[in-house]
């Protein structure tokens, strides 16, 4: 890594938090902290974010020289200050020192790479990478050939960035300002005209993006939101209808602000007013938390940016090795279930709501059910197991993004019978929140009677009450809820 | 209503759901299917959107004429194809008709106001109300006045799009476009000459923003995202530094791109490519079932669209708060609440799974709670009751489309302390299927400790004992979980 400033910094974040080890230059004094906050960041966004294990994190060293930076690397990701002079000097400094098998990577969000690799040794591992901010967490990264790039080394920055959880778009040729970057100025250029024009303030015009498009473009672009509004009738129909507005004159066509001393205070003055005496970093954390929000949202539906951290945890529970159904704790006690409180199940009182509790334990009596063999074929067959009865003690609030994991005991069972309990923790300070205790009884469903359970089932049961006897009586279980004033039944 | 297209239909299922009374005039034959296909898809989204009580669904009415639609209504929303002429002549028509009290407010997406109003009878009345589509979900509309307007009508027209769980923007003074339209017209129309120059086909454009920028934008517009890019040097540094930018050639800043056949032909190919054969209706649930997501999550944080989600759901529980009168049966029992079992609450063994139903008591033991008093101005005051111990007995099965009713005991109750027995049944045979025994503490919040509730709350809670003393105690309250092999404590 060649500079730790926000960019380079939520890079060594990423590239750390995914396992690899990084050797980062930068002259500031300031950067060793400045990549340490970021990286606290960039944690406690990616513990809100999944329950997937994370690798271990790679190492970070910080190095006094270019040529200590690039030693030994498989990827030179440069994110110097954007001026070309600085850039091309710092990148053929970078491809002298390192390996001929390492990729050279700018994150320049706009300068032609052919210019960038002028007088650069092996051009043909030349790339542009362009991420956008926050890097830890947003998905997308340009790539970027410059005209001696070769294709080999397109595809292992590709894979290099995909195995960062990154979706890598390449870019088809080198134009200034690439994909993204055209389409924000675009809109950017608009937005100070309004400025301007005294049409609308900073926070009214960032208003009319997050209350509206900007929803949208969370999970698609321009292109397929506006080919649902012509419905069925497809493109063709909507440009048809709305192409004419292109040549309405809806937006300053023909020249870019002046930003004159004027409109610079407007702005600042403007700006101001909208954080309301909040500050950057306190804005970073709402930012990061919201993204972390949307993006578990958009997990859950596996779609745009959701796909990428669906398959980020794919491998990562690939990687990590089959975790395979009950997987027991050292004293007996079975490790079944582990979830993330999502943001719907807050309510409001601020935390996860009652029901969700019952939720979080019903699952985990699926999880023992499976565990012992009640399954498609088992079910099929017309039986499975019924609750009849749950106990709950709410011990401690649960907030979104808490990560939830149970324990559970099986108390007693018989041919019929099955008498649980479980225990739900917080898993950053192992905080008790809840126990449930449950009584089952297995049923033949078609004939709608209470049945013995298959002997199979029954061995199963008998294993798990042997490993778990030498347990002590969990002090809640077969308690009664007793309240004031209670009057004898 | 006047127009029931993607735009009209939208409004319809928003007002509807809202609980307001639609008359609707469409002189398309389809446009009723149109209205309810819709709403369909907006009832599915707010279900899934919110746990907080909708209101009864207001009744939808078609008319044959625009007379018939606006006479009697408090509000005109006019939805007529972008056509100037169109929309002067049926907002004329529409004006002569409604009463003097009712918003005249038309959809436009940017033609101006001040020339729709050509004509009308009491122009002081009309207003442009500009949604975004699905107007069902996203919570922006653009109010814009025009030349002769009344700044109380303005007024008004805010309140009634904040009733229905808006976002009211209104825009300072008429420009062709708004805010809104000119931000997206500006960034469609450099996104369009990406394709015309072949470098990006439209489904790279729309990853370039979904998986980077667009994810911000759900939160954050350009102008504070930027904020946060100059880090805490503010906004002043952030433009020194990115300014100069916008003067590079990154966007054709010159010309609208010419719509000719091989531009509209390419186009149409590359949609029908990103589309991969998907339906429009199944685009759409994608979309919907993201931006609920989406919504969803930022709700929690509270912040951008969230905070018009957390805003209506409070709104609705008061509502709720004020409607239930806490009806009593005949013997004294109250009854609070009545729910139908949704299809998404039944799990593989093909009845109601076991969270749904401490859903439903807890819905009415919240409803309890209102009922005694337990409001917002209370809950924003810090204090609440909490739930630490629940005992359900499942006793019957539950299909989906069921209509459940439970009644409610006050067993007992201190300054403290609150005991709760729920009984739920089936109404159709009024067969029990579960019983619910709740222990609640009250609780303050800040302080994260128990304390005594205010006086009137304890003064609610001894009517009802009052009104049920005569009642026997319920035979499984106090009742304790009994297992096989049920050790003693």
Chains 1, 2 share one sequence.
Not at 399 to 426: I, N, P, Y
Request: charged share 25%; with cysteine.
């Amino acid at each position: 890594m060649l500079g730790a400033g926000v960019i380079g910094g939520g890079w060594a974040a990423r590239f750390l938090l995914a396992g690899s080890d990084v050797q980062l230059f930068d002259p500031s004094p300031t950067a060793a902290q400045a990549v340490v906050t970021t990286l606290e960041k960039a944690r406690r966004s990616w513990r809100r974010l999944t329950l997937a294990p994370l690798p271990a994190e790679g190492s970070l060293t910080l190095v006094d020289t270019v040529e200590a930076a690039v030693t030994g690397v498989d990827l030179v990701q440069e994110s110097a200050p954007e001026r070309e002079a600085l850039k091309i000097s710092l990148l053929a400094q970078a491809a002298e020192a390192a390996p001929p098998h390492a990729i050279i990577a700018t994150s320049t969000s706009g300068l032609l790479p052919s210019r960038l690799a002028d007088g650069m040794r092996g051009p043909e591992r030349f790339i542009v990478g362009h991420p956008f901010n926050p890097v830890y967490l947003l998905p997308l990264v340009e790539i970027v050939a410059a005209d001696r790039t070769s294709p080999e080394f397109v595809e292992r920055a590709a894979a290099m960035y995909r195995a960062v959880a990154m979706k890598p778009l390449v870019v088809r040729r080198e134009v200034d300002g690439f994909i993204a970057d055209r389409l924000l100025e675009a809109l950017w250029r608009e937005a100070l005209w309004l400025v301007a024009d005294d049409v609308a303030t900073v926070e009214e015009i960032d208003d009319a993006i997050r209350f509206g498009a900007g929803l949208r473009w969370s999970a698609m672009g321009t292109f397929l939101t506006y080919r649902l509004a012509g419905g069925d009738a497809g493109m063709r129909h909507f440009m048809a209808q709305f192409g004419p507005a292109l040549a309405l004159p809806w937006t300053h066509l023909m020249d870019v602000p002046v930003l004159d001393q004027a409109l610079l205070d407007k702005l600042v003055a403007q700006s101001d007013a909208q954080a309301g005496g909040r500050s950057i970093a306190e804005l970073e954390r709402i930012r990061d938390d919201c993204l972390v929000a949307v993006l578990r949202g958009l997990a859950g539906e596996g779609f745009a940016a959701g796909e990428v951290v669906a398959r980020t945890e794919r491998e990562l529970y690939e990687r990590a090795g089959a975790r395979s159904d009950g997987s027991a704790a050292a004293d007996g006690r079975l490790r079944l279930h582990e979830v993330l409180a999502a943001p719907e199940w807050i309510d409001y009182n601020g935390h996860m709501t009652e029901s969700r509790y019952l939720e979080v334990l019903a699952d985990t009596t699926d999880a023992f059910l499976r565990r012992i063999g009640i399954l498609g074929p088992y079910i099929d067959a017309g039986r499975s197991y019924y609750t009849v009865e749950t106990h709950i003690r709410h011990l401690g609030e649960v907030h979104a993004g808490d990560r939830l994991s149970v324990t559970t005991r099986l108390l007693g069972h018989d041919e019929k019978r099955l008498h649980l309990f479980h225990e739900m923790r917080r898993a950053q300070d192992d905080a008790p929140v809840a126990t449930g205790e449950h009584m089952l009884l297995h049923v033949d469903r078609a004939a709608g009677t209470t049945t013995p359970a298959a002997p199979e089932i029954l061995a199963v049961l008998e294993q798990i009450a042997e490993s778990q006897a030498e347990l002590p009586w969990p002090e809640a279980a077969g308690s009664q809820v007793r309240g004031p004033r209670l009057r004898a039944a």
